[in-house]
């Protein structure tokens, strides 16, 4: 099912546009961000079926992907912080 590709993730921060590290931090972020969503979709459909076991499993699993988004979202955090001193806020 597409997803609205256009929808990103609140910025917490300024993103340097030569910086790896935001890069990578913002990709894993977005990656996690899917994984949640699709962990989320499959749990609730789940509950169309009275299959308990793979409503368990699949509850869990969506249970593990927040908590790795959450930690995504805290490295993206984390590392906008190293910038917040050296970025000039009027550039872009
Ligand atoms: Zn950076």
Redesign the pocket.
Known sequence: MPEAKSSKPTSPGK??PN?????L?WKEYALATRNHLDAILAKEGSKQTDDIEKMKILEDAAFEAARRRALARKAVWD??A??AGDIPEAQE
């Open positions: 993103r340097s910086c790896l590290e935001c890069d931090v590392h906008a190293t910038h």
